[in-house]
């Protein structure tokens, strides 16, 4: 089973910046697309950005300009980078990995990190 852990969030102020990193691990395996997602107190969790294996990417509306998504694949991590935050983006962020996992059989997967806090202040 794939297993990924976020780190990098924390308290900054808006206009400032923070970086992500969501390193996955796991036996043998590959990872295929990679989101970002983030879910705000009251609000339901939104898609932030995705990548590709190929490093083709996309992003929400909201971030556009703002954040950048990369990865690195040797090192089967991905990052976001985001510039100047604003309080909206307040948020538990979570990444998440679709996979390819060769044990006795092929498993294709889904998952899941454990959230880190964004906390933007005024």
């Known amino acids: 089973q794939v297993e990924l852990v976020e780190s990098g969030g924390g308290l900054v102020q808006a206009g400032g910046s923070l970086r992500l990193s969501c390193a996955a691990s796991g036996r043998r395996f590959t990872i295929n697309t990679m989101n970002w997602h983030r879910q705000a107190p009251g609000k339901q969790r939104e898609l932030v950005a995705s990548?590709?294996?190929?490093?083709?990417?996309d992003y929400g509306d909201s971030v556009k300009g703002r954040f950048t998504i990369s990865r690195d694949n040797a090192k089967n991590t991905m990052y976001l980078e985001m510039t100047y935050l604003k309080v909206e983006d307040t948020a538990v962020y979570y990444c998440?990995?679709?996979?390819?996992?060769?044990?006795?059989?092929?498993?294709?997967?889904?998952?899941w990190g454990q959230g880190t806090q964004v906390t933007v202040s005024s």
């Open positions: 990548i590709t294996s190929g490093g083709s990417t």
């Open positions: 998440e990995a679709d996979y390819t996992e060769w044990t006795d059989t092929i498993v294709v997967g889904r998952a």
